[in-house]
């Protein structure tokens, strides 16, 4: 999907002349660009912030960017943020916001549930008993004993974002 919409933007970039894209690129100029979200939005992995999404786009249109994403953070979480003075007056000066939100509210659940049948926070395993209870575990995913479970803790996840974005967005 990302790939075929690169075609299409590629497609239609290529249709506008130099100058056409040249006056596209300076309509960004030295505008404030804030990025709020999630490790989408930090770049978390990466060897370093440079090679987020939202410096290298910042760097290549030259806006001035503030990046207040939060590795972990959930739709919930970033809304807590949002009523933080720091954050507010951010948002107010941005004049574009990006944000990445929404793939902890479903991912937390579901680790949650590896977590209880795992026992990872149990300090005297070893990791060989770790190992082999994530491999039961694995197994009795596949065989479907888990299916209810992660039904409900993808439904909760799926709700608290859909209630939560709407008061993000506003």
């Not at 404030?32 to 060897?47: A, E, H, K, Q």
């Not at 370093?48 to 990046?67: A, P, V």
């Not at 944000?99 to 902890?104: A, Y």
């Amino acid at each position: 999907l990302i790939f075929s919409n690169n075609i299409v933007a590629t497609a239609a970039i290529s249709s506008y002349s130099e100058n056409q894209l040249l006056e596209i690129k300076n309509s960004y100029l030295n505008k404030n660009f804030l990025v709020l979200g999630d490790s989408i939005g930090t770049g978390y992995g990466l060897s370093s912030e440079d090679f987020s999404y939202g410096k290298k786009l910042s760097t290549k249109l030259n806006m001035n960017y503030t990046n207040l994403a939060v590795n972990g953070s959930t739709s919930k979480s970033l809304l807590d943020q949002l009523n933080n003075e720091d954050y507010i007056n951010k948002v107010k000066e941005a004049e574009i916001i990006n944000i990445s939100i929404g793939g902890n509210d479903v991912m937390l659940p579901l680790l949650d549930i590896i977590n209880r049948h795992i026992h990872a926070d149990d300090e005297n395993s070893s990791y060989s008993d770790l190992l082999g209870k994530y491999e039961e575990f694995y197994n009795d995913l596949l065989n479907g004993k888990y299916d209810e479970e992660i039904k409900s803790n993808i439904s909760y996840g799926l709700k608290s974002f859909e209630e939560t974005f709407p008061k993000v967005i506003d």
